[in-house]
Nanobody, 123 residues
């Protein structure tokens, strides 16, 4: 099990950028695939992006492809989500998640979740 703490959320105007960060506990961070998910008001939680333990493989939801970039630093036990060209429909609580299986993250079923950080994009 890994403990996850997100940071970096906030209020931004449409077209702006934000960088979310997730700090993970534990000594085996590189063995975990990591993902970002989001949940907008009144909607279910949806997949945003994932990255493999090595950082070689990444995957994005079509709605954020070309605008968001996921990255990780295994020496610092962190995973980031750089969000550019933000839109009002990106407004949501963003969650960091981890699992030993990249497939589990891709199918939106990771075992460990953070508490979430609010991102609000004004029009």
């Amino acid at each position: 099990q890994v403990q996850l703490v997100e940071s970096g959320g906030g209020l931004v105007q449409a077209g702006g950028s934000l960088r979310l960060s997730c700090a993970a506990s534990g000594r085996t961070f590189s063995s975990y695939a990591m993902g970002w998910f989001r949940q907008a008001p009144g909607k279910g939680r949806e997949f945003v992006a994932a990255i493999s333990g090595s950082g070689i493989s990444t995957n994005y939801a079509n709605s954020v492809k070309g605008r968001f970039t996921i990255s990780r630093d295994n020496a610092k036990n962190t995973v980031d989500l750089q969000m550019n060209s933000l839109k009002p429909e990106d407004t949501a609580v963003y969650y960091c998640a981890a699992d030993n299986s990249f497939w589990q993250v891709l199918r939106s079923a990771p075992g460990d979740w953070g508490q979430g950080t609010q991102v609000t994009v004004s029009s």
